[in-house]
Structure formats: structure tokens, C-alpha cells
């Protein structure tokens, strides 16, 4: 339905009576206020107040010719959505219309005409006032033939237009912002496309979205529904917008929960895909294992770049590895990832990626960069040479007020957060080689070479199985040498000796070069008090100084360098001191467990029993058990008795245990907790090996746990009812049941 912002007067007023409400650009509800007619002026003010507008559609689109002001204005905003401003000019008032009816639909919000003004001298109009569909408060009716459901705030959104002398129309005055919460609804309640058919008018797209299409969610969920029936062990969770549209995905192996159990001290979340632009908002959670190797601990498609997203992306993920925070974690410098650390995980440390914040600099400081070429070497001395808190403080401030940095807003974040990043300041704790000031000297940079800037999802989902196919080979090569290869010595340090029977091979080949490098060193001792030693160690193949504590009362022993810190095994500089000072072994509290060949031997069986709240872990427990015990008990004859046997008396003391205690508030069948039946089917997604088993899942419909009432992604998103059977919705979040249901 076209709208005329010619229409005569008195057909304005046959508008507001009109009976066809299907052709009327107003809803039933909408009137003509009034008209102003002032005595000193000879123009005519019409108001009409309306929910909704069917924005002129067939009349102009969006190709519609649109001329800046002679001032150049610059119209593109974030995100590519052209931004009204005050003095953009355009051919006719219907192109202006059309303008700010296309922002608001990229923004999401209702429109409505506010006021227009005519001429009383020709009948032409002069301005109108458009306003977001909220303007004005609620009136009181007892009668409402079709009630709005955009509530009034009485918001000031919008845009006055005005015609100029040569008539063309000019944005006059724009307010952009709202005093409301901007709701997609808004728009299609305004234009009265919500009972129209999904395919008339396309839908703006927004967050993952752009990045995920109709096919590529089908076979996201193929592969989350085969890798769960494969191990049931594997987690995964859909976040949900308020229109059922897919904001958020996180997905974690059963290999990733387990080693977190082992690696669970350092865990970092990795944002660089989605701050570097990456087409597809790739965030992996990341940690480390004992053969120094990148371990995935979870993935993630973040939608929106938010606390929000990070707060359920945390919250969700501590979920899935039992509730037990990592000791450390690392990220990047932003705000909203501060924000959502603090929320989840208040008792954890927080460190910055250091190489992040060093990549930072050029964006922040090429002015001091280009205009002086010490002040690197003056960043790197604050930081790297610092060997106390005082002596960090001094140096910073001398470099601020040397540069002119003091009221750098970047500048003054980074000595706001200097325990978190400033290696003076991590102390007591090692981040096992996370931060390094290179990303392609991290272990996070593992996975670079697996995805590229403009990889589309399928291209995603070949290089992660790719990726996951050869991190499998790479630990169980480097878990063969450890355990089957005693690695080769290369001096006479007892040091070196008691390392080669403690860490992995890989681990090992690291300390070997630190004690190899004490021949480069030379010692000086600095100064002495009752408790500790200050040493100078001249490092001639670095070409440094640096100053070791040592205090042979509690054997505590700390170098500038911060190797334990960062790496999490003692540097050459270290392992100087303690041989001049008679020490012969490496301190066992330098000795992280983490590094050594037994960090996932028998790892706290007991705890992890104690831990086993979920019904769903102990039969996967048991399960793991019985396969162990079928390969051994069907060796011979004898064992395969045995087993039998045993097996059959056990049954017998369970079964008359679970009779005899009927007040057990558990389930009586493994489908409540979500086992769906399944038979055979082929699933293409899966990983190469799981690909070649079949299987098929009942289909059944997603059912949200308080009302019974269907859920399912809106329009192009309906294959999430090929969702785990018995998959239920727990604040907007698809979590399968098996991962969400508590027993006692």
C-alpha cells in the first residue's frame, strides 16, 4: 500500500475514518489528532499518530538517488548502516521517507509519522516529522478495536525533514538515540508485516546469521547430534534470541572435558578470529598439555561481540566441565571479556595476552612511534626490566611524561590493569606458555594455519576435523616417545638428569637448552639481608642482566625474566644460582605436575567418583569400565568365566540395592536423562572415524520444559527441530538434557 504525503486535507480526514483497516495505512486504533491552524502563520499542521506505517512500499527502494549536503556528510555508520545526519539533501520527500525507513529496519525499531506541515498558500507540504513508533505516552481507552503492541515510552527518536527553495527535502533535525530497549518487533508491528507471509519482505540479517546460512546450521547440527551419539560425553549449546534466532554456539568433545580435568590451571579464550574480523566469529577456548601441545577445551560461533555473549559463552562452558574454574585465565584486552571474567569466575586469576597487548601499540601509538624510535626501547625496559613494583612505577611514569602519554585514555587503561599483563606483577602462578609477546610464538597460534580470514562454515568444519585429526596423532606420537624413549644427555647436571625422569620429552628439550645456557652466564652476588640473596646474572648470549632472589630458608627462588612464570620450569639464570648455592635438585614446588609424565596417568580417580553428581557420568563410567573389562575378560576362557561370574553377582547386589531403596529420588529409565533411541543412519558430518558408523535418531519435536510448547528457530532456522530428542530450553539456551539434568 503506497502512502501519499500529497493527500489533500480533507482526504487526510477520510483516511481516519475509513472502513477498509487492510488498505488504511493506519491501524483502526490511529486518528487524526487535529489540525493546528496558528492565526500568524499561514501554514496548516497535521498530527497523526499511528503504530504502524506500510512504508510506501512499490513507490521508492532503496536504490532511490540520495545527495549529501555540500559538507560531505559521510551517511555509512557501523556496520555498514547508513546513519541519517543533519543536512543530507534528497530528490523528494518520499526518498527521504524511504531512507529512514530502511535505517530503521536495519536498526530495528516501528516508525510512524509524527506531524506534517502544507502550505496554505499551494497545499504543498513543507516538513514532516517522522518518530519512532514508541514517541508519546500510553493513552487510556476502554475501547481498543486493534490494541498496539508497542508500548509508549514517550521516546524522542526520529527525523524532521523540511523542503528547501529549490525543492528538494533536507534532513533537518535527527535524535538517534532511544529511550527504550530496540525491539525487531517494534518494526514489524509498525509495518504490519507480522501477519504477513515470511518470504514477502526478506528479514535484515544480524549476528551469526551472517555468517551461518540455512544449510550450514543443518549441518552443524547433523554433526553436534552424530559426535553425541558417538560419545555422549559431548556437550554442546544453542543460544537464542528473543525472535528464536541462533545468537550463540558453543560446542566442547568428550576428549576436551576430559583433559581439562588434567589441564584445568591455565585456560585461555581466544578472540582473536572475531577482533581480526574473521568472517566466521570463531572463538576457541584453549589450554595446554603436558607435551607443551594446543588442546581444545571448547568452541564457540559468537554472534554478537558483547558481555552478554561472553557471559553465557563463560557461564556455559563452566557448565560443561563440571563447575570447576581453571586457576588462570587468559584474554584479551577488552572491557566486556573483564566484565564477564569477574561475573563467572571471581575466585580465578586474570591475566592479559601479552601478545595482544603489544599488537595494540601501532593502533594506539603511532604518532609516538613515528615522531621518536626510542620509545619501544623504552616500553620494552619499563615492562621487561623492571625488577620490583617501585621500580615499574618509577620507569612507567618517566616514559609518560617524557612522551606526552598522560592523558592517553589507551595509556592510562594499561597502568589501570598493570597487575594483570606487567610481568613484575605475576608472581606465584605460571600461565604454562600461554602469553607470549608474539602470537606466533604461542601456543594459541596452532590453529592460524587451520582457518583463514574469508572461510566459509563448511570450509570451517573440514579444517577443524582436520585439526582434530592431527592433534590425536601429535600427542600420541609425543606420548609414545615420552613413555618408551629415555631422552639423551648432554652435560653433567644433576639438574638435567633429575628432569629427564620427571618431564615429557618435549618439556624436557626446553629445560635441556636453559641448562645448557648457564656456561653463558656469569654470577655476581648484589646484595644479602637475614632471609634472602640478591644475585646479578650476566647473560652474554642475551646480552643482559638480570637479578635472581634467592632465599635457601623456604627455597624460594625468582628471576626478572619470569620463565617459571610465563613457561612454568626455571630459566638458566635460576638454575646458576642454585648450583653456586649447593642446591643439586630443582625444588619441588618448581616442579609443575602439569609438565611431567604422569599428569594424566590415574588422574584422582577417587575424586572424579566423589565428583560424579549426574546420573548420565556414572553410567558413562560404568560403561567405560565394562569395555575395559570385556577386552581383558575375553582373552581365555578362564578370564571370560571369571568375568561372567563377577559380573552376574554384581547385577544381583545392585538390583537388590535399588529395590530395597525406594525413596532414591532418580529417574527409573536412562531416557529422562536423554539417551535418545537411535538405529542406524549415515553420518556424513561426523569425523572420518566416526563416519563410518550408522546411525538414525527419532525425530521428535523440541518441547520447552514449562509449557510443552514447541520451540524452534524462526523461518530459515527450522532444522533446529532436528534437535537431541530430548533437548529442552532453559533461558533461551539448547542444551541436551543429559548435560543439564541434575539427580540427587
Same mark, same amino acid.
Given at each position: 500500500?503506497?502512502? /501519499? ?12 475514518? =475509513? ?9 483502526? $486504533?490511529?486518528?487524526?489528532? =487535529?489540525?493546528?491552524? $496558528? ?6 499542521? #497535521? ?13 521508492? /527502494? ?14 555509512? =555508520? ?14 523528494? !520527500? ?19 509519522? %509524527? ?13 514532516? %516529522? ?60 509498525? &509495518? ?11 528479514? *535484515?540479517?544480524?549476528?551469526? +546469521? ?18 553425541? $551419539? ?46 581480526? !574480523?574473521?568472517?566466521? *566469529? ?24 558483547? $558481555? ?53 601499540? *601501532? #593502533? ?16 620494552? !625496559? ?50 604454562? =606458555? ?79 637448552? #636453559? ?38 630458608? &623456604? ?23 642454585? +648450583? ?56 581365555? %576362557? #578362564? ?106
Amino acid at each position: 500500500m503506497e502512502i /501519499d504525503l500529497e493527500l489533500p486535507s480533507s482526504d487526510q480526514e477520510k483516511l481516519e475514518s =475509513g472502513v477498509n483497516t487492510n488498505e488504511c495505512i493506519m491501524d483502526s $486504533a490511529s486518528e487524526l489528532r =487535529g489540525i493546528d491552524e $496558528a492565526a500568524s502563520s499561514c501554514l496548516v499542521e #497535521e498530527v497523526v499518530e499511528a503504530c504502524g506505517l506500510n512504508a510506501i512500499e512499490g513507490v521508492i /527502494d532503496g536504490g532511490d538517488k540520495v545527495e549529501e549536503s555540500g559538507v560531505g556528510v559521510d551517511v555509512v =555508520g557501523e556496520g555498514g548502516i547508513s546513519v541519517p545526519q543533519n543536512g543530507l539533501k534528497f530528490e523528494t !520527500k518520499e526518498a527521504a521517507y524511504a531512507f529512514y525507513r530502511d535505517y530503521a529496519l536495519s536498526v530495528g525499531f516501528g516508525i510512524t509519522i %509524527k506531524a506534517s506541515r502544507r502550505s496554505k498558500k499551494n497545499g504543498k507540504f513543507i516538513d514532516v %516529522k517522522i518518530a519512532c513508533s514508541r514517541f508519546g505516552s500510553k493513552r487510556e481507552s476502554s475501547v481498543s478495536v486493534n490494541p498496539r503492541s508497542c508500548t509508549k515510552t514517550d521516546c524522542k527518536a526520529g527525523m524532521h525533514m523540511k523542503r528547501t527553495e529549490d525543492e528538494k527535502w533536507v534532513i533537518y533535525s535527527f535524535v538517534k538515540e532511544h529511550n527504550h530497549e530496540i525491539c525487531k518487533e517494534d518494526y514489524d508491528n509498525a &509495518t504490519g508485516r507480522r501477519n504477513k507471509q515470511s518470504g514477502a519482505v526478506a528479514r *535484515p540479517k544480524k549476528g551469526l +546469521q551472517l555468517a551461518l546460512d540455512e544449510d550450514d546450521v543443518k549441518v552443524m547440527l547433523e554433526y553436534f547430534m552424530c559426535m553425541q $551419539a558417538e560419545n555422549s560425553n559431548f556437550f554442546y549449546a544453542i543460544d537464542l534470541d528473543h525472535e528464536k534466532r541462533m545468537r550463540n554456539v558453543f560446542w566442547i568433545d568428550a576428549k576436551g572435558r576430559h583433559d581439562y580435568h588434567s589441564f584445568c590451571d591455565v585456560v585461555f579464550f581466544d578472540t582473536f578470529y572475531v577482533s581480526s !574480523k574473521y568472517k566466521l *566469529p570463531f572463538v576457541p577456548i584453549i589450554g595446554v598439555n603436558n607435551h607443551f601441545q594446543f588442546v581444545l577445551l571448547g568452541c564457540a560461533l559468537i554472534g554478537e561481540h558483547s $558481555a552478554s555473549s561472553f557471559l553465557w559463552l563463560m557461564h556455559t562452558w563452566l557448565k560443561a566441565v563440571g563447575g570447576q574454574a581453571p586457576k588462570v585465565i587468559i584474554t584479551d584486552q577488552e572491557r566486556f571479556l573483564n566484565e564477564a571474567v569477574v561475573d563467572v569466575f571471581p575466585d580465578t586469576r586474570h591475566y592479559y595476552s601479552l601478545w595482544h597487548v603489544f599488537s595494540k601499540i *601501532p #593502533e594506539n601509538l603511532s604518532a609516538v612511534m613515528n615522531q621518536s624510535e626510542i620509545f619501544m626501547l623504552k616500553f620494552n !625496559k619499563c615492562i621487561y626490566q623492571s625488577q620490583t613494583d617501585e621500580q615499574f612505577e618509577k620507569r612507567w611514569w618517566k616514559m609518560v611524561h617524557r612522551f606526552e602519554l598522560r592523558e592517553d585514555e589507551w595509556v592510562h587503561s594499561l597502568y589501570e590493569n598493570r597487575i594483570k599483563w606487567v610481568p613484575t606483577f605475576i608472581r606465584d602462578t605460571s600461565l604454562a =606458555g600461554m602469553s607470549t609477546t608474539e602470537r606466533s610464538g604461542s601456543v594459541a597460534s596452532f590453529f592460524d594455519k587451520y582457518i583463514h580470514r574469508e572461510a566459509v562454515f563448511k570450509e570451517f568444519m573440514e579444517q577443524y576435523k582436520a585439526f582434530l585429526e592431527d592433534g590425536y596423532e601429535m600427542e600420541a606420537k609425543a606420548e609414545f616417545e615420552t613413555q618408551n624413549k629415555q631422552p639423551a644427555l648432554r652435560s653433567l647436571s644433576s639438574f638435567e638428569k633429575q628432569a629427564s625422569t620427571l618431564y615429557t620429552d618435549a618439556v624436557f628439550k626446553k629445560f635441556q637448552v #636453559e641448562v645448557l645456557g648457564v656456561v653463558s652466564c656469569h654470577l655476581q652476588k648484589e646484595s644479602e639481608d637475614e632471609a634472602t640473596i640478591n644475585f646479578r646474572v650476566d647473560d652474554f648470549e642475551e646480552r643482559q642482566n638480570f637479578l635472581v632472589s634467592w632465599s635457601k630458608s &623456604t627455597m624460594d627462588i625468582c628471576c626478572i625474566c619470569r620463565s617459571f612464570e610465563y613457561r612454568g620450569f626455571l630459566c638458566k639464570h635460576a638454575i646458576l644460582v642454585l +648450583q653456586m648455592s649447593g642446591v643439586s635438585n630443582i625444588p619441588s614446588r618448581y616442579i609443575l605436575k602439569r609438565w611431567t609424565k604422569g599428569a594424566k596417568i590415574n588422574q584422582a580417580v577417587d575424586k572424579v567418583s566423589k565428583s560424579l553428581h549426574y546420573r548420565v557420568q556414572r553410567f558413562n563410567d560404568l560403561c567405560k569400565k565394562a569395555i575395559k573389562l570385556g577386552k581383558e575378560g575375553s582373552l581365555s %576362557k #578362564e578370564a571370560y568365566d571369571i568375568a561372567v561370574r563377577t559380573l552376574e553377582e554384581v547385577l544381583e547386589n545392585c538390583v537388590g540395592l535399588n529395590n530395597s531403596v525406594k525413596s532414591v529420588l532418580e529417574p527409573n529409565t536412562l531416557d529422562v536423562l536423554g539417551f535418545p533411541g537411535f538405529e542406524e543412519e549415515n553420518c556424513d558430518n561426523c569425523l572420518a572415524k566416526s563416519s563410518k558408523k550408522k546411525r538414525t535418531y527419532k525425530k521428535k519435536k523440541v518441547y520447552s520444559e514449562a509449557g510443552g510448547i514447541k520451540i524452534g528457530l524462526q523461518e530459515s532456522y527450522q532444522q533446529m527441530d532436528q534437535i537431541n530428542s530430548r533437548a529442552h530450553h532453559t533461558d533461551n539456551c539448547y542444551i541436551p538434557q543429559q548435560d543439564t539434568q541434575e539427580v540427587v
